[in-house]
Nanobody, 119 residues
Framework: QVPLVESGGGLVQAGGSLRLSCAVSGSIFGINPTGWYRQAPGSQRELVALISSGGSTNYADSVKGRFTISRDNAKNTVSLQMNSLKPEDTAVYYC?????????????WGQGTQVTVSS
């Protein structure tokens, strides 16, 4: 079972909005969702936005002012509100989570959700 489950991707015109959500599936105990990454065809996976348990955020320069990350600690979910979408935002978006073990942090990923922005 995939440890993190994303939803909310789709096809939207430039200037439109989408909201992505990520939930911990419960298959592995102790995963803390941390944020979103994306990967476009032929490109490496890149950071989009991160959020700490305390609510501190960090955004890629390319999405600042357009995307907003939020979390619900009670539900152990993170969301990404994407406004003013551009064709260059087209990518598969992945939710990232971490679990602290005695040996350090272990990263977990969702299966990804496709976001396509048409011009």
């Amino acid at each position: 079972q995939v440890p993190l489950v994303e939803s909310g991707g789709g096809l939207v015109q430039a200037g439109g909005s989408l909201r992505l959500s990520c939930a911990v599936s419960g298959s592995i105990f102790g995963i803390n969702p941390t944020g979103w990454y994306r990967q476009a065809p032929g490109s490496q996976r890149e950071l989009v936005a991160l959020i700490s348990s305390g609510g501190s955020t960090n955004y890629a320069d390319s999405v600042k002012g357009r995307f907003t990350i939020s979390r619900d600690n009670a539900k152990n979910t993170v969301s990404l509100q994407m406004n003013s979408l551009k064709p260059e935002d087209t990518a598969v978006y992945y939710c990232n989570g971490r679990r602290l073990l005695s040996s350090g942090y272990v990263n977990y990923w969702g299966q990804g959700t496709q976001v396509t922005v048409s011009s």
